[in-house]
């Protein structure tokens, strides 16, 4: 996969400003798949849009996630290493299309939940959106689900999809208490984004006081090129 380039990084971090967060992971989902997929990036499985996600976050910003929570104890800052390449090559190598659950004598099919199906049920109650997305995934809409049905095919949903719900928990050295945190892929690989965009806008202000160039020639030149010019402005430019 194509890492994004200065450019992109720019571009993404101003277009993800306005959109919620469904809209947020197809953002990224499109510039991973660069317009190379077969059906539209709306109705990929949650899990295969994430799958692109980490690919490109891995492509820009190498394979260690940095995660980080606050002590549930004593407050003390938390700091994880998740191995970004390994969690692509087990959990998500062939997410499924669909999977199903067998209790007593029936049987469900449901397909994986898609970005569409997300934004059909955005803004409901969280309780509301949940049941509403479960009915959307349903193979034969007409069944009707009980609690027990509702709970298993929930849970399979979530079992089946190994982002849903990716939790990891932190013990403090300092306290020995555990603290559990989520991974959001979204808004974690959407934060690196606008964090390396701030810094390409620091570079192109700064470059572009001292030479007077724009910022399309600025993004043209190389990463190690910019950064050249740039000590030459902080050390003052001396022939070596
Ligand atoms: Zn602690």
């Given amino acids: 996969m194509k890492p994004l380039g200065a450019q992109e990084l720019l571009d993404v971090a101003d277009q993800s400003i306005r959109l919620n967060w469904v809209d947020r992971g197809l953002l990224l989902a499109r510039y991973a ?49 998740l191995d970004g390449a390994a969690m692509l090559a087990s959990h998500l ?11 007593e004598n029936k049987e469900l099919s449901l397909r994986m939940p ?10 409901l109650p969280s309780e509301q959106a949940h049941w509403g997305l479960l009915r959307r995934c349903l193979a034969d809409a007409s069944v009707e689900l009980d609690d027990q049905l509702r709970s298993a095919a929930a849970a ?7 982002f849903s719900a990716l939790e990891l ?12 945190t989520q991974l959001d892929l979204v808004s974690f690989v959407l934060s690196e984004i606008t964090d390396a965009a701030h810094r390409v806008a620091a570079q192109i202000h700064q470059l572009a006081l001292a030479y007077g160039w724009t910022e399309a020639e600025i993004l043209q030149l190389p990463e190690a090129r910019r ?12 022939a070596p």
């Fill in 33 to 81: 798949s660069a317009g190379a997929l077969s059906r539209a990036c709306e109705d990929l499985p949650l899990a295969i849009r994430d799958r692109l996600i980490l690919g490109l976050r891995i492509a820009t910003f190498g394979p260690q996630l940095s995660l980080q929570a606050r002590c549930g104890g004593c407050g003390e800052q938390l700091e994880a290493e």
């Fill in 93 to 103: 190598e062939d997410p499924p299309e669909a999977t199903t659950v067998h209790i």
């Fill in 114 to 123: 898609t970005s569409r199906d997300l934004d059909s049920v955005a803004g």
């Fill in 156 to 162: 399979a949903l979530e079992s089946a999809d190994p």
């Fill in 169 to 180: 928990e932190l013990v403090c050295q300092q306290c020995g208490k555990g603290t559990v």
């Fill in 227 to 238: 950064r050249r010019y740039l000590q030459f402005i902080t050390d003052g430019a001396s």
